[in-house]
Each structure stands twice: as structure tokens, then as C-alpha cells.
């Protein structure tokens, strides 16, 4: 349902008629609220079947105006309304629940019955195996009260809630427990306050059998506070990663934001269905129990860096989100992309920065250019949405978060921490925007920084061209750059943005900085930038540590990258360069030209033997660019010329390299348990070099890779040599994944992986797999990361999803159709593969092209879907 501030501008999409409900609701259109909530009480009768929820919201009117109040509401039974004590008859405007107050206060109790068990799109108030809970940013709460649930009305919560205290012994909301007691009828009830004005999407509720790992951390003022990560009984003992995560991400707040912790609870909640990683709901987190729940038996170095990771972004929204939240959906980037930025730096700090930074931009160049490059693209502060719900994407996420790294690099550490104080020092209590946030960085820094907000508004990523010209006589060297941002939709024509690159030389002889870094920022469409006294030829090192989100071509001499990729003193500089050296391979062969792959495989085996690298860094460089990635660079896109190109290379790696690969295979230092950067790194690197031994000996590779399997005392090396034998067609294969399935059956995170490994299989097979697996008795539609983990991966799987006879498409667009009954948000985050549907050969685009309108054609799509699939066909 459109927000009550939207005119409604209807898009027509080709085939689909317009639907009253697909309305779209526009940044311009906003306008503040008409009337406040300060202070809301609720009272839960709590029940799968049917909940009972009595509130009473103690409205104000704000400013001079004649409206009437409106309360958003979704798939709520009303029962009864009251103002001021007295029964209503409320009028009913579409889904909102409209009532005429006189006067400037009122008391308006409404009381509505839910059905969580039944709320299958987990949002609002569901049931999750066994346990109650909500999930309510960005819209959920209207799926459980009325309410304007728009994040710029604040109000102080108090909860009172009642249960069978045989199947919900404990009972949380946000903020403090002040009271609890018994019924005598098998129920109990808790009242929970919450001292803390907050809107209404960060608002939760939990009851079930659930038990705490508890803790307590020492604030930097010597507050403590308790801590408490809730999870059924048998997982207890896989929350102690969590914890210590908890508790780092506390310390490091404290010490590089100077951000405290503010109550003396704090909870989190692991729950097995839920849409998105975790919530930030104020003193009561609630995660996917992916990102809770690991020990090394059954979760991979990935995994607990993937908890540190989103237990600290949820922590780190206490202030970023929580004491400062967004004045409307427009603006989420300044809570995301900050709080992005915050857990990237978090993850640096107490691992390796090298391999963090190369992982951050990995993940960029995979989900955020193709999304910015494609018909969904749109900007870090988007202007308008049909269904907020699909825009918390890669581009609000992680470009918001680019964009915010970006003026920290121009700002310099000291300014950027001068910046953040006054931005949490103004606008604490406030629901801010991300032009209030960009003020606060330059009132705090005194620095200028009004050209960057056109990274806020404008789509597309900007394409950068650099030639370096050198001339021995005067020892003058030259930097030509250029930019062009292409048109997106809605905006054909594009403005020049400030683009801040880290540049160096290197010596091509001496392998060192002949010209120390500078920073130097192209802020039009082409810069000239001078060096003095370069003797030696130089070799251009440049957007170094990736400190622009751009798409870089560099002129270069043939031999430059593969001495960059030995020379360069920027590790993701180095990186970077043995990753398009091998990129450069990669699209002349995917395209038929010839490749010379010798300088290749020598770059790699000279990164191997380098005693200068550490293991983490090595598996990084020496891993091929994806399919997806290779498909990017290319006008015209054959997946199995990009298939074909990217396994010959692999093939010639593996060959060529066999003893290099071999002695890295033989690396030690890793026992299971351990889980410093330097074991995860070796481990890293074994698991990568087994691969390219794979592809290089089948035979060898699934020898070793069995031997790995059967051996493995951890889940990183049981996972890896699955990943490695499910895309062999070798008699080990069967027998592993066999043997991974007994062995794991039970714990669904780890079967997860057994779906997702599959569905990433590199075999022809892998679509009828796929098929049989959506049969397997232990798919679960329903639970999104089951489904993720089968359809999601498939999606991504470049060759197999693109099978020529279009049984790909067909798969995928079945499990949209059919996930969409049950979850829209879910669903719709399946489409963007389909997406790229213009940049494919005719066969194909022309396949994909009509599973999109497949799509927007089917009967009683949610807008989530609609959304998706309509902005993917224009
Ligand atoms: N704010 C959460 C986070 O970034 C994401 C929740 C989004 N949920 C949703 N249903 N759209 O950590
Ligand atoms: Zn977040």
C-alpha cells in the first residue's frame, strides 16, 4: 500500500494491466507527518491461531492542518476503535483506517486480531519454529497495530504481553523488563518499557522456549550491561562466536566512534525463517540464525566471518539507525551505507585490511555494477519505489557505503571522526536525512563536501579512463584521465562526479614508488595531472585500495599488469593487477580472438612462490574472475564461450602449475579449530589450489578432494572439497554428497549448504538437479534460506542458468511464481538475474525476455514482484 504523502503515479508496464495497488510513492511527495504518536502502549494476548492486540496511541496533531488521522493497517481484523474512551465506527480508506479528531489530542485504542502462524511472508508477527516473533522495517508493523508506521513518527513503547507459559516461557520486547507475573491459567504475562522514542520499524516481540547464552560487557563509562543471545536449547553451544563478536563490535563503537552502549539490556534472538540477514530492533536484535549460530564442526571461516560481520552491523545501528534514524525510506542509505561502512572497517580491524578490502569490492563488482549497470538501476537515495521492501539493495547498502568511504579518504581520518561526533551530537533523537548527514561531516570538519552529493543522487557507475605518457628526455610524466557515467533509467543524461583515486608510480626496473601516493580527485569530465622527475619507466598504480566505485581502463604497455601484479605496493593495487591480466585472457578468448595465457599462468605461479604474500592474499589474487564478471566485460554475452574461456584458463593454471599448486596444497599451520586470519588464510589457500588442481587432473583433484572430505575436522575443509567434487564427474561425488547428507540432515543450516552446493554445480546436469531437488523432501519453499540456497544460488550459477534450451529460465521462474504466494519480498529478490536479459545473445535474451513477462502476467503478483519484473522488461 502507498504511503498516504505519495500521488500516485501508476507504471504501465508492456503486458500487465495497471494495478490500483502498484502505485508508486515519490521522494518529492514528502511532507511531514500530520499527526504524532508520542508515547503507544500495546498489550499482546498472545497465540499462534490468533493474537489479540490492544493499542492505545496517545496522538498529537503537528501543525495547522484540517486532516484527518491515518492509520496504516495490512491483513488486520479490526474489532474494535475508541477515542477518547468512546466506540467509534472508523471509516476505512483502502487499508488505512481513517478517524476525524477535533481536537489538537486524542486517545485512540484500536483492538485487532492476527494470525501469525499463518503470516507466511514474515513480516509483522510469525511463527518460526515454534517461536513468536516480528520483523517489522520496513512496513511490518501495520501487519500487527494500526499506526502511521512511517519511521518519522517517534514514540516511547510500553508492552505488556501474555502467553502459555509452558510453550513461551520467555518473553522479550525492546528496552527494559519492569514487571511479570503468573495468570494461574497456565499463562503468564511481562511488561516491557522502553525509554527511548523510536519509530515504529524497530519495534519487537518475542516469546518461545528459548535459552540465553549470557554474558556482560563493561561500557567505557562502567556501565554494565547485560548480554543475552536467545536460541533453542541443543544450539546453546554455537553462540560463543556470537558473543565474542558482541562484544568486540561494543569495544571497537567505543573506541573509533566514541559511541556507548545506552541500556543496561542487550538481546539478541535467532530465529530460523526470516527475510534478510538480522534487525537492529532497539536492545532486542533479531537474526536469521545464519548469522548466529556456528562451531567448526558445521560452519566455515566464511560463515563466522559472516556472523562477526552482521552481529556488529546490527550492534553498530544502535547509534547509526536507532538513535538516529531515517525521516523517510529515501533516505535508508544514511543508516545502511553508514552502518556498511562501519562493519567493513570493524571486519578490517580485527582481521586482515587487504583481504577485507578485496572481498568488500568483490562483492560490489558481483551484486552492486551489475545492478547499475542493468534496468533495476537506481540511486544510493532512490526517488521513488512501488515496494520499499526491494530497494534494500546492494546500491543503498554498499555503494552507500563507497560513497560514505569516499569522503572519509578525502576527509582523512581525524576530520571524518570530527564529522561523525557532530552528526550524532545534532541529530541524536531525530529521524535525519543523508543531506543533514553530509552537513554534519562538513560543519565538523570544515571541509567542503557539496560535490559528492551527487553520488547520492545520481545511478550508474562512473567509467574512468587513464593513459600515463612518459618522457625519458624531460623525465616528465603525464596522467590523461577521462569520465563518463552511461544513462540509467530516468536519467539519460549524466553529470560529471568527484572521483577520489589514490595514484602512485612504480618503477618498472627498480620495483619500488617512484612517486609516492597522492590523492588525486578528477572532479570533471577530464583532468590532466603532472609528475616530475620519473627517470624510470613508470607503471601506473592507481585507484589504489579501490578508493572510487568506478570502472577503471587503463591504457597499458603489454607487460605492465604482470609487473604491477609483482611490484605494486598497494596489495589491492597488486591484486587487482593479476586480476586483469587475467581478465584480459579471459574476454579474448571468450570472444575468439587469441589468448596467450603463458603470462598468465606465470604471474600466478611467480604470486604462489612469493615468500612477500601471506597465504589469505595469494588464494585471493590467483582466484579466476567469475563467469558473471567475464560476461560484463563482454557487448555481446555466449555463457558458454565465457563457461569455456574460464575453465580453459583453469585448465592451463592447474597444468602448468602443478607443483606450485601442489607445495601450496601441502601448506600447513591450519588446525581446525583455529581461527586466526593466518589459519583461515592457509586454509584458503589449500582450498583454492585444490580446485586448479582439479581442473587441471580430474582424477588427482577428486582423489585429493575425497581424501579432504573423509579427513575434514572442519566444516571450511568438508565444504571446500564438496565444492570441488560436486562438479567432477568422478564416483566420489555421489558418495560425498551421500555421505554429507547423513551425516547433516538435521542441522538445516548445513543442508543449506548441501542445496547450495549442488545448485552451484559447474555441470551441464546441474538444471535437471536442480528440478529434483525442489522434489527433495527436505525443500522448504517456505523458509527463505532454503530457498535461497537452492533457487538464489541457481540464479547465480552463470553457465547452468543460462542452459541453452532456456530449462533454466523455467526453473527459476516456477519458484518465483510459486514463492511469490508466500513471499513477495522473497521472491522478488530472485529476478535479477533475469535482468540482464538485452546483453545476451538473441536466443536467449529472447528466453529470458519472456519469462520476465511470464512474470508480470501471472494472476495476484504482489508488488514486490510486479515491481521487479515489470522494471526488469523496459
Ligand atoms: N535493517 C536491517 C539491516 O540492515 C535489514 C532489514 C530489512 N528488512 C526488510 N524486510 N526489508 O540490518
Ligand atoms: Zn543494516
Redesign the pocket.
Known amino acids: 500500500m502507498a504511503d498516504v504523502r505519495a500521488t500516485p503515479e501508476v507504471l504501465t508496464p508492456p503486458e500487465a494491466p495497471p494495478s490500483p495497488t502498484h502505485v508508486a510513492t515519490r521522494r518529492e511527495d514528502y511532507r511531514p507527518p500530520d499527526w504524532l504518536v508520542p508515547e503507544i502502549s500495546l498489550d499482546f494476548d498472545l497465540d499462534p491461531q490468533r493474537t489479540r492486540v490492544r493499542a492505545s496511541l496517545e496522538i498529537v496533531r503537528n501543525g495547522d492542518h484540517d486532516r484527518p488521522l491515518r492509520l496504516d493497517g495490512d491483513e488486520l481484523t479490526l474489532i474494535s476503535a475508541r477515542v477518547d474512551g468512546r466506540e467509534v465506527e472508523p471509516g476505512l480508506d483502502g487499508k488505512q483506517l481513517v478517524l476525524d479528531l477535533p481536537g489538537s489530542r486524542a486517545m485512540v485504542e484500536t483492538e485487532v486480531e492476527i494470525a501469525p502462524a499463518a503470516n507466511t511472508k514474515?513480516?509483522g508477527l510469525y511463527a518460526s519454529g515454534g517461536i513468536l516473533c516480528t520483523?517489522?522495517?520496513?512496513e511490518?508493523f501495520r501487519r500487527i497495530t494500526f499506526f502511521p508506521d512511517r519511521p518519522d513518527v517517534l514514540s516511547r513503547y510500553r508492552v505488556r504481553m501474555e502467553a502459555d507459559k509452558d510453550r513461551f516461557p520467555i518473553l522479550l520486547s525492546n528496552g527494559n523488563n519492569i514487571a511479570a507475573g503468573e495468570e494461574g491459567d497456565g499463562r503468564h504475562w511481562a511488561q516491557w518499557e522502553d525509554p527511548f522514542p523510536k519509530p515504529s520499524?524497530l519495534f519487537a516481540l518475542v516469546a518461545g522456549d528459548l535459552k540465553a547464552n549470557s554474558d556482560s560487557f563493561t561500557t567505557m563509562s562502567g556501565r554494565k550491561v547485560a548480554l543475552n543471545i536467545w536460541v533453542r536449547e541443543a544450539d546453546l553451544p554455537k553462540t560463543a562466536h556470537a558473543m565474542e563478536s558482541l562484544k568486540l563490535a561494543m569495544a571497537w563503537d567505543e573506541k573509533v566512534y566514541g559511541r556507548e552502549y545506552d541500556l543496561d539490556l542487550f538481546n539478541i534472538v535467532a530465529v530460523a525463517d526470516f527475510?534478510?540477514?538480522?534487525?537492529?530492533n532497539k536492545g532486542l536484535n533479531i537474526f536469521n540464525s545464519a548469522y548466529v549460530l556456528a562451531d567448526q564442526e558445521t560452519a566455515t571461516d566464511a560463515d563466522f566471518d559472516n556472523i562477526s560481520r552482521?552481529v556488529a552491523?546490527?550492534y553498530f545501528?544502535n547509534w547509526s539507525?536507532d538513535r538516529i534514524t531515517c525521516r523517510d525510506w529515501f533516505q535508508l542509505s544514511l543508516?545502511?551505507g553508514f552502518?556498511?561502512f562501519r562493519d567493513q572497517s570493524f571486519s578490517a580491524d580485527i582481521g586482515s585490511a587487504p583481504v577485507k578490502r578485496i572481498d568488500d569490492v568483490r562483492v560490489l563488482r558481483a551484486a552492486q555494477f551489475p545492478e547499475d549497470a542493468g534496468p533495476l538501476a537506481h540511486a544510493v537515495r532512490p526517488d521513488s519505489y512501488i515496494e520499499?521492501?526491494n530497494f534494500?539493495t546492494a546500491t543503498v547498502?554498499n555503494k552507500g557505503a563507497e560513497l560514505i568511504r569516499m569522503m572519509a579518504t578525502v576527509l582523512g581520518a581525524e576530520k571524518f571522526r570530527a564529522g561523525t561526533d557532530l552528526y550524532f551530537d545534532r541529530h541524536d533523537g531525530e529521524a535525519a536525512t543523508c543531506d543533514d548527514f553530509v552537513k554534519a561531516l562538513e560543519d565538523g570538519s570544515g571541509v567542503d563536501l557539496s560535490a559528492f552529493k551527487i553520488w547520492y543522487s545520481q545511478a550508474g557507475t562512473p567509467k574512468v579512463s587513464a593513459r600515463l605518457q612518459h618522457d625519458p628526455q624531460t623525465r616528465a610524466a603525464t596522467l590523461h584521465l577521462e569520465q563518463r557515467v552511461d544513462p540509467t533509467p530516468g536519467q539519460p543524461d549524466k553529470a560529471p562526479m568527484p572521483i577520489p583515486l589514490r595514484t602512485a608510480l612504480i618503477g618498472e626496473d627498480s620495483c619500488a614508488e617512484i612517486a609516492a601516493e597522492q590523492l588525486v580527485l578528477l572532479e570533471k569530465a577530464q583532468a590532466t595531472i603532472e609528475f616530475a622527475n620519473v627517470a624510470e619507466p613508470p607503471l601506473l598504480s592507481i585507484n589504489r585500495g579501490f578508493s572510487a566505485p568506478i570502472v577503471l581502463t587503463v591504457d597499458r604497455r603489454p607487460g605492465e599488469l604482470e609487473r604491477l601484479a609483482q611490484c605494486d605496493t598497494d596489495p589491492f593495487s597488486r591484486y587487482e593487477a593479476l586480476q586483469e591480466l587475467m581478465m584480459c585472457a579471459l574476454v579474448a578468448s571468450a570472444t575468439g580472438a587469441a589468448a596467450d595465457l603463458e603470462p598468465v599462468t606465470r604471474a600466478v605461479g611467480a604470486t604462489l612462490r612469493s615468500d612477500a604474500l601471506d597465504a589469505a592474499f595469494k588464494a585471493e589474487a590467483i582466484l579466476l574472475p567469475s563467469e558473471p564478471l567475464i560476461a560484463d566485460r563482454l557487448d555481446v554475452v555466449d555463457p558458454d564461450a565465457v563457461h569455456e574461456s574460464r575453465e580453459a584458463l583453469r585448465r592451463a593454471i592447474g597444468n602448468e602449475l602443478r607443483d606450485d599448486l601442489a607445495s601450496a596444497y601441502g601448506t600447513s599451520g591450519a588446525p581446525g579449530h583455529d581461527l586466526s586470519p593466518a589459519a583461515k588464510g592457509v586454509r584458503r589457500l589449500r582450498n583454492v589450489a585444490l580446485a586448479l588442481i582439479a581442473a587441471g587432473d580430474e582424477r588427482v583433484g577428486a582423489t585429493l578432494a575425497h581424501r579432504q572430505f573423509m579427513a575434514a575436522d572442519n566444516m571450511t575443509d568438508r565444504q571446500a572439497a564438496l565444492g570441488t567434487l560436486v562438479s567432477l564427474d568422478a564416483p566420489e561425488r555421489d558418495q560425498a554428497l551421500a555421505a554429507f547428507y547423513d551425516r547433516f540432515h538435521d542441522d538445516p543450516l548445513v543442508l543449506d549448504k548441501w542445496f547450495a552446493l549442488q545448485a552451484a554445480a559447474q555441470r551441464r546436469e546441474t538444471v535437471d538437479e536442480v528440478q529434483r531437488l525442489a522434489h527433495h523432501p527436505d525443500f522448504r519453499i517456505g523458509n527463505p534460506n532454503r530457498l535461497r540456497a537452492l533457487a538464489g544460488t541457481f540464479g547465480y550459477n552463470h553457465w547452468a542458468f543460462h542452459s541453452p534450451d532456456g530449462r533454466g529460465y523455467r526453473f527459476l521462474t516456477d519458484m518465483i511464481l510459486d514463492a511469490d504466494k508466500l513471499n513477495p519480498?522473497v521472491a522478488a529478490r530472485l529476478i535479477p538475474p533475469f535482468g540482464r536479459w538485452r546483453r545476451f545473445e538473441p536466443k536467449r535474451g529472447e528466453l529470458m525476455r519472456e519469462s520476465l513477462e511470464r512474470i508480470v502476467g501471472a494472476r495476484g503478483l504482489s508488488k514486490d514482484v510486479y515491481e521487479q519484473a515489470s522494471k526488469s522488461l523496459a
Do not use: P
Open positions: 514474515l513480516m520483523q517489522c522495517e520496513a511490518g520499524y527475510n534478510m540477514g538480522a534487525m537492529e552482521v552491523h546490527e545501528h539507525g543508516k545502511e552502518t556498511v520499499i521492501s534494500y547498502y519480498q
